[in-house]
């Protein structure tokens, strides 16, 4: 058995990271046009507005906005079959909380999404990946507020109305479990509009948070079915396993739990119900969250049609290790730990391809052969242009290659209902935990580096025709 003739093989980008043109054609400001550039182990701040003389790159993204047709061209020559990035919210509703949308940034996403599909291209869209408008944090207090239930489905009814014959595949919230990190305020930032930490019950509120993005994004799928019944309304969670440092038996029980971070999303999105032992920490804790019975109606009518996840590491526990994750991006857990049999990134991100088949299997059990779509997988790497104007990026080939193989085993050998496989960055873009132009993941090189300077030309990488090779076999050359 071969991977299936119409596999949807494609690449990933989110809005806030390439589409720069933050002030043009109406569009209000996101959550993303806030933060600083950061660097490696250097948070980005979050700004209260846009202040003068502050260095904010999302501004400038790779500036697709005016040289999206050129990129999907480059995109098209590879053989993308799908591309997958997402509406940026405050270029539909400005402030949040309009009546009426913006005609100017809806008629921008009807040309973007026309050159796609004249390429052969069919667009996978995210309609909230950490852009959501800034106006929304500000006057509303984000995700804290049950009232942006109904702003969300109203945009998110204007996006399908729209755009239901050009895009069937839809993702609601990116990446919704991962804001559940205390140690940096931009996790719940981009995903909430809310700065966990300056609550003083913060895992609380983000329980909170995450119930009401379940609730609109259950309503979203009920009004996307309605519109049309072709649509096809994922979730989208940051999938990391979790394995136990020992077989010391606290380490398997720390382990599950810990794996709670991913399966928690999925199993709320995917089955509809909480799982029960949420609703037992939830009592245990003594939250009095608002979750109402009708809430819970909902969720059961509007569970997802796909399990869309990224997958970029596993991670490790040991329930004798104290590490200071003060300020960390990587992890809130004092207890996880490196992996010893495997490699990590020049970020610190472990590889691990194993760990992707590993996850595909939990879901598929775990969701009764529900569908599944990789809509994020890479690596980040410093890269330099050489004497020939490329980059010879072994490392990314072998990465990629590396989880291709695995995801192909997870179909043909374990039979897992996978749709697709879009790689994350497929051209170089802003970073999103560090704000960097340097973490550089694509097939394309983009000749901006960090500070913003550069010519913005475009370059196609080794990895370029290798990827164009894996597409033309269906994945057979990998
Ligand atoms: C995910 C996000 C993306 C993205 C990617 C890589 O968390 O969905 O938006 O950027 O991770 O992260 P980074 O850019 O920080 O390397």
Same mark, same amino acid.
Request: with cysteine; charged share 25%; aromatic share 14%.
């Given at each position: ?67 999206? =047709?050129?990129? #999907?061209? !480059? +995109? ?5 079959? &799908? $591309? ?6 405050? /270029? ?53 507020? =049950?009232?942006? #239930?109904? !702003? +969300? ?5 204007? &996006? $399908? ?6 895009? /069937? ?75 136990? /440092? ?233």
């Amino acid at each position: 058995m071969a991977l299936p003739k119409d596999f949807l093989w494609g690449g990933a980008v989110a809005a806030h990271q390439l589409e720069g043109g933050y002030a043009e054609d109406g569009r209000g400001l996101s959550v993303s046009d806030v933060m600083t550039g950061g660097a490696h182990g250097v948070a980005r701040e979050i700004t209260d507005g846009v202040i003068e003389g502050k260095y904010y790159p999302n501004h400038k993204g790779i500036d697709f906005y005016h040289t999206y =047709r050129d990129d #999907i061209a !480059l +995109f098209a020559e590879m053989g993308f079959r &799908c $591309f997958r990035t997402s509406i940026s919210w405050s /270029r539909i509703f400005p402030e949040g909380d309009e009546e009426r949308p913006n005609e100017a940034g809806l008629r921008f996403y009807d040309d973007m999404f026309d050159c796609m599909l004249e390429n052969g291209i069919q667009p996978v869209i995210t309609l909230s990946h950490f852009e959501m408008p800034y106006g929304l944090a500000k006057k509303y207090g984000g995700w804290a507020n =049950r009232e942006l #239930i109904d !702003l +969300f489905v109203r945009y998110a009814r204007v &996006c $399908f109305e729209r755009y239901h014959e050009k895009v /069937r595949y839809w993702m609601t919230f990116n990446e919704i479990g991962n804001q559940f990190n205390t140690a940096n305020d931009i996790f719940g930032w981009t995903n909430s509009g809310v700065r966990f930490s300056q609550y003083d019950d913060p895992e609380r509120m983000m329980y909170q948070c995450a119930h009401y993005e379940f609730v609109a994004s259950a309503l979203a799928v009920i009004e996307a079915h309605k519109i049309d019944p072709d649509l096809m309304i994922g979730c989208m969670v940051a999938a990391g396993p979790v394995y136990p /440092r020992e077989c010391r038996p606290a380490d398997v029980l720390m382990a599950n739990d810990a794996f709670h971070g991913t399966l928690f999303f999925s199993d709320v999105q995917a089955r509809g119900t909480y799982p029960n032992w949420a609703k037992r920490m939830f009592d245990r804790n003594g939250w009095d969250l608002d979750i109402t019975d009708e809430d819970l109606a909902l969720l059961k009518q509007g569970a997802v049609d796909y399990i869309g996840f990224s997958y970029y590491m596993s991670h490790v526990v040991d329930s004798e290790a104290h590490a200071d994750v003060s300020g960390s991006v990587e992890s809130a857990d004092e207890h996880m730990v490196p992996n010893p049999y495997l490699d990590a990134t020049d970020w610190g991100w472990t590889i691990d391809p194993v760990g992707l088949r590993y996850m595909l299997k939990v879901f598929d059990e775990r969701y009764d052969g529900m569908p599944q779509f990789i809509v994020e997988n890479g690596i980040g790497m410093y890269e330099d242009l050489d004497e020939n104007d490329t980059v010879e990026d072994d490392a990314r080939i072998s990465y990629l290659g590396g989880h291709i193989r695995e995801l192909k085993r997870a179909v043909e050998e374990d039979g897992v209902n996978l749709i697709g496989y879009t790689p994350w960055g497929c051209i170089d873009v802003v970073s999103f935990t560090t704000g960097e132009y340097r973490k550089r993941y694509g097939f394309i090189y983009v000749d901006i580096q960090d500070g913003g300077e550069g010519t913005g030309r475009r370059l196609k990488k080794k990895s370029f025709e290798w990827y164009r090779r894996v597409i033309a076999t269906n994945g057979e050359e990998v």
